[in-house]
């Protein structure tokens, strides 16, 4: 039992700390962008189709799924190619980018750098050469009705799967948006409670004090070579590191469950233009790191408390599974969403996968980008994912073979502070 609830409040302190902190950082800093661009940002997007490849794959890249949201409503309204989509999905990083770039930077750069080239050329390629997609959506849409809801389904034009009309567009701007710029992650409005908004203000306000005291302390353990941390709480450097770490995740497990709701703009994963205010800025960016943090103490306590009740090698494991490595991780890419992509992102961080399976998760996830597609036309967001998911099983599978014998690296632990 002692063992149970110190890995309990080790993995609920450390996650805070040594990925939390940071994700808060990054998030905030593209969220004031968009803020001080006023949505300027979109506007030249849509003035400069040509490029759109390379722009949906700079998009992606940005670290969560804000860059890679706003996307698709350009798709929708037609400003932008379907090669631009693919680009913008093969290229997504999503919340699992911040895992990877607190716990290993190195591996970071590599494996979204090769996202990014695969995003580029393959989107480039899409829009030049087609590579089947019209008969994918063809197959795709034999399977099933597409339910489009005021969009057209047509055959393959130009460089588009699917035509849409204004409605159809109107209608993915306000899934991505919502009506009023305030909904929480499920949609609903912001509910109405004086006490309860309260509450929720307050936890906000020390919630960036705990962040900003967890990333000073997240710096110090890094510039100290990552020691170990005893669990005490007095005014030492390890009382700051506990109690950022355990009182961080804390309000950041209220705020994602409960403060939402009340507080507004607790759209996790859906994109807006821009923000209206500093505080609409910072309340993103909170909610935002919120749910990272709830996915990665889940995915710590996971992999710990599995090691511990069936004394598996998962890194064992994984590494007998071979060239199936990197095929379950661009599997698991497919589950829409960044939950999933954040479980395999740290579980490559504890040595339990190797990298060729962190690039073909890279490659394949979409995170939370698609669901927009998909409630506007699902064979497009289905036809979409397919053509994310073949170049990640091609480059996951290659590098499997060729990452260590020619480039003399590691494939577990590459990169890992």
Request: aromatic share 10%; with cysteine.
């Amino acid at each position: 039992m002692s063992e149970i609830v110190n890995i309990f409040l080790a993995s609920v302190r450390d996650g805070f700390v040594q990925v939390s902190a940071f994700v808060a950082v990054t998030v905030l800093l593209f969220s004031y962008v968009q803020y001080r661009t006023g949505g300027r940002l979109v506007e030249k997007l849509e003035e400069n189709r040509r490029a759109g490849p390379l722009v949906g794959a700079l998009m992606g890249l940005t670290p969560g799924c804000g860059g890679a949201i706003v996307m698709m409503p350009l798709y929708v309204r037609g400003s932008v190619s379907f090669g631009t989509v693919v680009a913008t999905l093969i290229a997504t990083a999503g919340d699992a980018a911040f895992v990877i770039l607190a716990l290993a930077p190195e591996a970071a750069l590599y494996s979204y750098g090769i996202a990014f080239a695969t995003a580029v050329l393959f989107g480039y390629a899409v829009d030049r050469f087609g590579l089947g997609v019209s008969r994918v959506d063809r197959a795709v849409r034999n399977i099933g009705t597409t339910v489009t809801d005021g969009g057209v389904s047509a055959p393959m034009t130009g460089n588009k799967v699917h035509h849409y009309d204004e409605a159809a567009a109107g209608e993915v701007q306000g899934l991505v948006c919502g009506a009023d710029g305030h909904h929480d992650h499920d949609g609903d409005s912001v509910r109405e409670s004086s006490v309860m908004r309260s509450l929720s203000l307050a936890a906000l306000a020390a919630w960036w004090v705990a962040a900003a005291v967890g990333l000073g302390a997240g710096v110090v353990y890094l510039l100290r070579g990552a020691p170990d941390v005893p669990m005490v709480a007095d005014l030492s450097f390890a009382g700051l590191f506990t109690v950022a770490g355990l009182v961080g995740t804390t309000l950041s497990a209220y705020l994602y469950f409960v403060g939402r709701k009340y507080v507004g703009h607790g759209d996790v994963g859906h994109a807006r233009d821009t923000f209206g205010s500093v505080f609409e800025t910072l309340t993103h960016a909170a909610m935002e790191t919120s749910f990272v943090t709830v996915w990665v103490i889940a995915a710590y306590l996971a992999y710990e408390y599995g090691i511990l009740f069936t004394g598996v090698d998962i890194g064992g494991l994984a590494a007998a599974a071979g060239v199936l490595a990197p095929i379950a991780g661009a599997v698991v890419g497919l589950i829409p969403g960044c939950g999933p992509q954040i479980v395999l992102s740290t579980a490559y961080a504890q040595g339990a996968i190797p990298f060729s399976a962190l690039v073909a998760n890279a490659i394949s996830q979409d995170g939370d980008a698609l669901f927009p597609l998909i409630a506007i036309d699902k064979t497009a967001a289905v036809v979409a994912s397919v053509y994310t998911t073949v170049p990640a099983l091609v480059v996951g599978v290659v590098l499997h073979y060729t990452w260590t014998a020619v480039f003399g690296l590691p494939q577990f632990g590459f990169g890992v502070l």
